[in-house]
């Protein structure tokens, strides 16, 4: 008898968190590894965000909440909505979750059904797919080359739409490449979708404050006719250093909220208490922390930018955003490694890597672009240029 079910057969595990691991294994076994591959922020929750933490645990808020959230915070997140973003939505309209991954997961899970095509820009996030084949929908990869910068064109989106087509997954800024779409370039994409009134449009805006070179700008911003028929996910991980808070959120129409929450009643129910309480304080407080850590990831990828490109073969678009450059590697493709090893895939090239170089990426294969590897950037600059270095050198040892 098989134990398991086919639906968690068919998943495919995390490439990320496997790169992540094997690098630290490495580590304990004494080798020096330096891990380029978690989407992790390296700096600490803001003081004043854990103080409010603390604050909530001693004022005994320490039972559940309603299971949408806490009517403070999805007050708050209204008021940052309408403050950062110009959109206005109400409480009813807001649903808090354990990450923001989970806001996306639930979000595909309440709004496709078997055989629904989603069409997702590539290269994508590694979740996206499989969350998509466990609401059994049609996962529908777009890919997006490195001269237009890892971005969808509207020809591409109208090329990819068929009568299938439920939904379209935007993330920008984007995790894995950092590019983020410009207004016109969202108002472009919307009139497509103008023409195909029956498709939603996940946007994922995880990484919204992590933005170089002007303000983010969502799909729903751009194009306020598609407000509502855009799925509009966020949360605290990236921009306020809150990963293990586990708090993120969704926004959209109330049908939509309904049915996430009807999933989430059964699943989860509410984040905790107390990190909902942390979130009040994050969107309500200072954001002094939050801009002094996009300045150092700003300066952070500004070095590492120019020294991929400064490798033979090694092609890096400056990234707008997050904390991730995606160098195109296709050059190094077919050649051997000092041990005589072929490298066929990106996949090869990042093993390459860490056993020769002990340096950890992730290869793009897991983002449904095989031409590419992911940095994160998300460290101290010392350990960078040591990265860069190692990285320059196990690439010179190719043949």
């Given at each position: ?206 990484y919204e404050y992590i ?13 306020p006719r598609l407000k ?172």
């Amino acid at each position: 008898m098989n134990p398991v079910s086919k639906r968690a057969a068919a998943l495919a595990p995390s490439e990320t968190l496997k790169i992540t691991a094997l690098a630290k294994d490495l580590q304990r076994a004494g080798r020096s590894v330096i891990s380029l591959s978690a989407g992790e922020p390296d700096f600490k929750t803001p003081g004043h965000i854990c103080e409010a933490a603390i604050r909530a645990i001693r004022d005994g808020h320490h039972g559940y909440t309603v299971n949408a959230g806490t009517m403070e915070l999805r007050q708050a997140i209204c008021a940052k909505l309408k403050r950062d973003n110009g959109l206005t939505y109400t409480p009813d309209e807001i649903i808090v979750s354990n990450g923001a991954k989970q806001s996306v997961g639930f979000a595909i899970l309440a709004t496709v059904d078997p055989g629904d095509e989603v069409i997702i820009p590539a290269p994508y996030w590694v979740s996206y797919p499989e969350m998509v084949r466990l609401a059994e929908g049609v996962p529908v990869p777009v890919r997006t080359p490195v001269s237009r910068g890892y971005k969808l064109t509207p020809e591409q989106l109208e090329a990819a739409i068929t009568p299938r087509t439920r939904m379209l997954i935007l993330c920008s800024p984007s995790n894995p490449t950092g590019a983020c779409y410009t207004e016109a370039e969202l108002k472009a994409l919307a009139a497509v979708l103008l023409r195909h009134p029956d498709i939603l449009v996940l946007s994922d805006e995880i990484y919204e404050y992590i933005v170089f070179e002007g303000a983010h700008v969502g799909i729903a911003q751009a194009e306020p006719r598609l407000k509502d028929r855009v799925l509009l996910v966020n949360g605290f991980s990236k921009g306020f250093a809150m990963t293990g808070w586990r708090l993120g959120y969704l926004a959209a129409a109330k049908p939509i909220v309904d049915a996430v929450g009807k999933l989430q009643s059964q699943e989860t129910s509410a984040p905790s208490t107390i990190s909902q309480k942390a979130g009040e304080a994050a969107l309500g407080g200072p954001m002094d922390a939050v801009l002094a850590m996009r300045e150092a990831f700003r300066e952070r990828r500004d070095f590492l930018v120019a020294a991929l490109n400064a490798v033979p073969g090694v092609t890096c678009p400056t990234p707008g955003g997050a904390f991730y450059v995606f160098p195109d590697i296709s050059a190094h493709l077919g050649k051997r490694t000092p041990a005589g090893q072929v490298l066929e895939t990106s996949t090869d090239l990042v093993f390459h890597l860490i056993e020769a170089a002990g340096i950890a990426a992730v290869p793009g294969d897991a983002f449904g672009e095989p031409t590419g590897i992911r940095f994160s950037y998300a460290m101290g600059l010392d350990d960078l240029k040591e990265a860069a270095r190692r990285f320059a050198e196990g690439m010179a040892a190719l043949r």
